[in-house]
C-alpha cells in the first residue's frame, strides 16, 4: 500500500516535472519561428496530443481484443480508462489544430486526409462512450463495447484511405505563411518537440492510470451495493 | 447447401413479415424522397451545381433513412422479443446474422430502386449507368453488414434511436464518401476509370466488414 501510494507519487512528480521543463522550453526557450510567428508553438501541444489519440485507439483496440479473449475485466477498465483519456485529448488536438490552421493555412478547417480520418475517429471513440453509459451493465456491455472498438481501429485505415482519396481529388485549399510546404524543423524546435511528446505521454499515461483505479473502485462499489441488496432480500 | 437455405429462411421471414405490414421499406424510401425534397427546397439549385451536390444529398438522404430503416427492422424483433426465439433455433449465430443481413439488403435495394429515379427527376441528371448500379450495390451491401451488426448491438441501449446513428454513421463514412464520388463521376459524366478506386475502395470496404462482421457477431449475442 505504501509502496503503491510513494509509486504513484514519484510518477505524478516526474510528470509534473517534465510538464513544467516543457511549459519552459515551448514558451521561453523555443525561439520564435520567422514564417509562422510565435502561433507555431501551439504545435508543440497539437502533436503529442495526436500522438497519444493514437497510442488511445491502438491502446484501446488492443486491450479491446485482449478482452475478447480473455474475459478478464481488468482489460476492460484498461480500454474505458484509455478511450476516455484518448476522447479529451483528441478533443483538445482538433482545437490546438484549428488555432494553428486559422492563421497559419487561413482557414479553420478543410478536407485533408489526417484531419477528416482524426475528426471521423473521434466521433466513433465518443460513440463507444455513449455506448457504455447508455448500455446496462454487466458482461454484454464489455463485450460489445470491446467489438466496437475493434470495429473502429479497423476503420481507421480504411477511413485514412478513403480520406486520402478524397483530398487528391479535392485538393485542400490552404494559403497562408505554411501553405503547400512542410517548414523545416531547426535543432531546438526538434528538441522541444521530443520534451512535449515525452511529457504528454506521461501525463497520458498518469490520466489513465487514474483512470483506472477509480473504475476499478466504482467496480467495487457496484459489486459491494449488490451484495448488500442480496443480502438485504435473504433477511426480509 | 444447408447453411445457404437456413440464411435464406431467416431472410424470407423478414420479407414475408414486410410484404405483411410494410413497415420497414416504406419507411425508408418515403423519409429518403423527403430529404431529397426538403434539400430540393432549401438549396439553390441549377442545373450545374445540382450535379454537383446532388450525389452528397442523395446519399446523405439513403443514410438517415437506412438508420430509420435498420431501427425499425430490429425494433419489431426486441418489442415481441422474437429475437430471443430466433436465439434458440438450434442454428451457428453467423447464419442467424447472415440471414438478418441478406433481409435488410434485400430491402434497402427495393427502397434504393425506387429513390434513384426519383433522384433523377428532382436533380435533373441522367444517372443509368453501370458504375451507379455497382456503386449502389457496393453501397447497400456494405450498410447491410455493418447496419445489421450495429443494430443488433444497440437493441437493448437506451436511446436506441440516438445510439445507432452515432456508431452507424462514422464507422460507414468511408463507403458514403466512396459512393458520392462514383455518383459525381456519373452525374458529371466523368469516364468511369476516374473513379474505379472509389469502387475499389467500396468493394474493400465491404470484404473487410463481411468478415469482422460475419466473426463478431455471435460474440454479441452469447450470454
Known sequence: ?236 | MAALSIIWAIARKDLLLEFRNREVILSVIAFAVLVLAIFVLAVDLTPQNARVVGPGILWTGVAFAGVTGLNRAFASETERDTFEGLMLAPVSRDLIFLGKALGVFLFMTFALAVILPVFALLFNVVIFRWEMFAIGALAIGGFSVVGTVFAAMSARVRAREIMLPMLFLPVVAPLLMAAVEVTAGVTLERSWRDTAQWLGMAAAFDAVFFVVATVVFPALLED
Open chain 1, 1 to 236: 500500500m505504501l509502496r503503491t501510494i510513494l509509486s504513484r507519487n514519484l510518477f505524478l512528480a516526474v510528470t509534473a516535472g517534465m510538464t513544467v521543463l516543457t511549459l519552459w522550453m515551448v514558451f521561453i526557450w523555443a525561439p520564435t519561428e520567422t514564417e509562422q510567428g510565435n502561433i507555431y508553438r501551439s504545435l508543440f501541444f497539437h502533436v503529442p496530443l495526436a500522438w497519444v489519440s493514437m497510442v488511445s485507439i491502438v491502446g484501446v483496440a488492443v486491450a479491446s481484443l485482449a478482452y475478447i479473449r480473455f474475459k478478464d475485466i481488468r482489460l476492460d477498465r484498461l480500454a474505458v480508462a484509455m478511450a476516455e483519456t484518448g476522447v479529451v485529448c483528441g478533443a483538445l488536438m482538433l482545437l490546438t489544430g484549428m488555432m494553428w490552421a486559422r492563421p497559419v493555412w487561413e482557414t479553420w478547417w478543410t478536407g485533408e486526409a489526417k484531419l477528416t480520418t482524426a475528426l471521423i475517429m473521434f466521433f466513433i471513440y465518443v460513440a463507444y462512450l455513449m455506448f457504455r453509459s447508455y448500455h446496462p451493465a454487466g458482461a454484454q456491455r464489455q463485450r460489445i463495447a470491446a467489438v466496437i472498438a475493434v470495429i473502429g481501429a479497423v476503420d481507421s485505415l480504411i477511413i485514412y484511405v478513403a480520406a486520402d482519396l478524397w483530398q487528391r481529388a479535392h485538393p485542400p485549399i490552404i494559403l497562408g505563411p505554411a501553405g503547400g510546404k512542410d517548414g523545416a524543423i531547426a535543432s531546438q524546435f526538434g528538441l522541444t518537440l521530443l520534451v512535449a511528446v515525452i511529457a504528454f505521454t506521461l501525463l497520458y499515461a498518469f490520466v489513465a492510470s487514474e483512470r483506472y483505479r477509480i473504475r476499478s473502485a466504482e467496480d467495487d462499489v457496484v459489486e459491494l451495493r449488490r451484495l448488500a441488496d442480496a443480502s438485504e432480500g435473504e433477511r426480509s
